[in-house]
């Protein structure tokens, strides 16, 4: 294993650890402006006692993931450095921009988020949660155009090696930015829902708190109604600029091997591609399903990896079956949608144990559709670290590989960790369940409050 492979696999452990964190934060910060709106326009006591509960989950999660981002951005140094060197002009304004403009709007909002209750009024506590809901996104904003310019770099030209930005805004809203800064804002919002709605499934299935998390699981629920169909529309509009833009990335997906000529290409739905026979052992598909998704058309041209050298393709096998797990939690999460409205309909989404049931069991998915997407998309840039410019094998660090060994299996440790004592944390806050006798901080009672009615517990 050399310094390229380790580096690899050091920058992927972390992004798959990291990314798990600020994907739920972007998607719990609007679940908690949603319930805070609510709180406010109908003064309903529950709606406070929502907030307090699930903004302790949001906090732990802001918390960690703070902490393994800044790792990220050091080892575009230690790992990466020539890379680094390369692409700075155009990767650091954009970093920084991400520090100026979110990082710092979320850390200086969030203090007033968690603990101002007694020191701010009810709208002002608000404008708070409202502002760090936007830092959330301003931050998966910038880095999202980063890593996008890194997949579709436009606005720059090649100086003596470097990267220089000719024109900011090219750089920035790059021709993937808006589709794969929409998909993943809305992946986050769909995984950070269906979480709730597991937590609320279980605490229903068990009796506890009945009134309490009926609303939860109705709000969070409202929400994935709009957020899963959703997802599928610009899930397409990000494979056309997959189509257009990485025609390698999609034949690779796509386990496509010959490009299609006078019949529309087939979708494979199952397949076990070899590289090395070019082909796959087997195969069952739709005719002309690839050509329909791809291009809208039935007879649409879609190129396949024969069309390329053998150093320039990814690895078709790990993007063929990563693709297929993200899309088939996309589906299955459309189908518990469904599912919901026609209970909702016969007025028995609360209580039907099978599909209580399945919201428990179900809701870790959207994090495996997260990290198999990223998966994706990072393994079919490959081998390139901006797409057809710059191969990963020329931006690595110059170091042996026993000091990656050794940083690696550091991070391993610590990530496990790190992970142990969340896990812990997380099970022991939503164990505990939510507060329902604590008084409203006076600042925050509002006139005509509507008390609860009836024992939450």
Not at 5 to 18: A, K, Y
Not at 222 to 237: E, F, S, T
Not at 353 to 360: E, H
């Amino acid at each position: 294993m050399d310094t390229l492979l380790l580096s690899r696999i050091q920058f992927g452990v972390t992004t798959l650890f990291h990314i798990l964190f600020p994907a739920l934060t972007i998607g719990l910060s609007l679940y908690l402006v949603v319930i805070e709106f609510l709180w406010i326009r109908t003064k309903q006591e529950l709606y406070y006692r929502m907030y307090r509960f699930w903004v302790k989950l949001f906090a732990i999660n802001f918390g960690v993931g703070a902490v393994t981002g800044i790792v990220l951005e050091f080892e575009f140094g230690t790992n990466f450095s020539r890379f680094s060197q390369a692409v700075g002009n155009v990767l650091s304004p954009l970093l920084i921009f991400e520090v100026l403009t979110a990082f710092f709007l979320e850390s200086g909002f969030l203090g007033i988020m968690l603990v101002g209750w007694k020191k701010v009024s009810r709208n002002i506590h608000f404008l708070a949660t409202c502002l760090v809901a936007t830092g959330t996104i301003l931050s998966s904003f910038w880095i999202l155009a980063a890593n996008s310019w890194m997949q579709t770099p436009s606005g720059y030209e090649i100086i003596g090696g470097k990267f220089m930005v000719t024109d900011f805004y090219l750089a920035i809203f790059n021709p993937s930015m808006w589709t794969r800064m929409t998909h993943m804002t809305t992946a986050s919002i769909e995984t950070s829902v269906f979480v709730v709605a597991g937590v609320s499934a279980y605490f229903l299935l068990n009796g506890r708190y009945r009134p309490f998390f009926q609303r939860s699981l109705g709000i969070a629920l409202a929400m994935a109604a709009l957020a899963a169909p959703l997802q599928v529309y610009i899930g397409d509009l990000n494979g056309r600029s997959v189509t257009e833009h990485q025609p390698a990335k999609l034949a690779a997906i796509e386990a496509h091997w010959n490009t299609n000529i006078d019949t529309g290409a087939p979708f494979a739905l199952i397949a076990l591609p070899d590289a090395q026979t070019e082909k796959n052992i087997f195969e069952l598909s739709l005719p002309h399903g690839l050509s329909l998704l791809a291009t809208h058309s039935l007879n649409g041209r879609v190129l396949g990896l024969r069309e390329f050298p053998r150093e320039n393709r990814p690895n078709v096998f790990v993007l063929f079956w990563t693709f297929r797990i993200m899309t088939g939690v996309g589906i299955v999460y459309l189908l518990v949608m469904i599912w919901a409205f026609f209970l909702w309909k016969r007025g028995k989404l609360y209580d039907h144990r099978p599909f209580l049931w399945t919201l428990l069991v179900t809701h870790p998915l959207g994090f495996l559709a997260i990290e198999t997407g990223w998966v994706t998309t990072e393994a079919g840039r490959q081998p390139w670290l901006v797409y057809n410019l710059m191969r990963t094998a020329e931006g690595t660090s110059p170091i042996p590989a026993g000091n990656v060994i050794w940083s690696l299996s550091l991070f391993l440790i610590i990530f496990a960790a790190v992970g142990s004592i969340y896990s812990f944390y997380i099970v022991k806050m939503i164990g505990r369940g939510p507060d329902v006798s604590s008084p409203i901080p006076l600042v925050q009672l509002p006139a005509g409050m509507m008390p609860l009615k009836e024992d939450l517990s």
